[in-house]
């Protein structure tokens, strides 16, 4: 699977839209960009994923960028309860074949203040 | 509750001792897997069972880690003789096969070897 970067912190004022970036650059054709998201001793909870158009969620919209290699997740209004780790990983298909886990780098731990 | 669900969630035991881990996956998801985390980094992928079949497991699962699906349902891990380094969140988490198989994680099971 591919590597990603993303930045160790980030703040976000309540209320404000949080922008998480992912960079991506040696992402296949095939491979999804899946976001998931840890609150503070709970399991990473799925937020969204894509492949290459834009996608959006009740919780979240992912912004894809034309090459692939990068991508933005926004939480349009955060709230102190998005105060967490997220993770952004890239994952091939696992298809009726095989299987892909989850390869999860440190992610980018969003601090929401009031 | 329909999600992944792991048992017991806390557990402290002496060095040496042998503990288990139970995980029930998601109803008919027949893909199945362990995770460990320690404080302050991302979720390490342990191993994969398809139904009943382990099909991977990392070189971070020493011989003193097994792990079972015996009827391609519930799942346990066990470790025998406990390390202090063992401490640790175990997460399981499960998806269906093809397309999408997005990947549910459960709460996690915390030890703390003592």
């Known amino acids: 699977d591919a590597k990603t970067t993303q930045p160790p912190s980030m703040d976000c004022a309540e209320g404000r839209a949080a922008n998480l970036p992912c960079n991506h650059s040696t992402i296949s054709g095939n491979e999804y960009v899946y976001w998931y998201r840890q609150i503070h001793s709970q399991g990473p909870q799925y937020i969204i994923h894509?492949?290459?158009n834009n996608e959006t969620n009740e919780m979240a919209s992912l912004i894809i960028t034309e090459d692939r290699k990068s991508s933005t997740l926004i939480l349009p209004h955060a709230t102190l309860r998005d105060t967490a780790v997220y993770y952004c990983?890239?994952?091939?298909?696992?298809?009726?074949?095989?299987?892909?886990?989850?390869?999860f780098g440190a992610g980018t731990r969003l601090a929401v203040h009031p | 509750d329909t999600g992944v669900s792991q048992n017991p969630r806390h557990k402290i035991t002496k060095r040496g001792q042998n503990v288990t881990f139970r995980c029930d996956p998601i109803s008919e998801h027949n893909r199945l897997y362990w995770y460990r985390q320690t404080l302050g980094q991302g979720p390490e992928f342990l191993t994969y069972f398809q139904n009943e079949a382990q099909l991977e497991k990392s070189r971070l699962l020493s011989d003193r880690f097994s792990a079972e699906r015996p009827k391609g349902s519930f799942s346990t891990l066990e470790i025998q003789r406990t390390e202090q380094g063992d401490s640790a969140m175990y997460l399981c988490a499960s998806s269906v096969t093809g397309g999408g198989n997005t990947i549910y994680f459960g709460e996690g099971s915390w030890l703390t070897v003592v």
């Open positions: 990983i890239v994952r091939a298909p696992g298809g009726s074949g095989g299987y892909n886990k989850l390869i």
């Open positions: 894509g492949l290459k």
